[in-house]
Nanobody, 121 residues
Framework: QVQLAESGGGLVQPGGSLRLSCKASGSIFSINFMGWYRQAPGKERELVAD??????TTYADSVKGRFTISRDNLNKVFLQMNSLKTEDTGVYYC????????????????WGQGTLVTVSS
């Protein structure tokens, strides 16, 4: 029905930058929001940032001023991560709230498979 494909993770030194991308595809009528969550080893998954169709954004306090979330008109969301810290290490998951074009315009939230970000010297 709906799939999310993430890319852009990798190994970076502290202070470096990475840009994550996530593309939604499938039977999509509209997307209410798209966002990024992360899960560090031994910790629960947490919200990093999200962006709604209105353009409203939300950021975790720990990333404000360093990360920027954005969307294009082709069902893609990006996360620009600057001034990375070792504590930013984790698996980053894309999430989207979608309205399906079929199935009576049912609302569906979907997750991507995750992309690993490692910040280490």
């Amino acid at each position: 029905q709906v799939q999310l494909a993430e890319s852009g993770g990798g190994l970076v030194q502290p202070g470096g930058s990475l840009r994550l991308s996530c593309k939604a595809s499938g039977s999509i009528f509209s997307i209410n929001f798209m966002g990024w969550y992360r899960q560090a080893p031994g910790k629960e998954r947490e919200l990093v940032a999200d962006i709604f169709s209105s353009g409203t954004t939300t950021y975790a306090d720990s990333v404000k001023g360093r990360f920027t979330i954005s969307r294009d008109n082709l069902n893609k969301v990006f996360l620009q991560m600057n001034s990375l810290k070792t504590e930013d290490t984790g698996v980053y998951y894309c999430k989207a709230g979608t309205v399906l074009a079929a199935s009576g315009y049912r609302y569906l939230e979907v997750w991507g498979q995750g992309t690993l970000v490692t910040v280490s010297s």
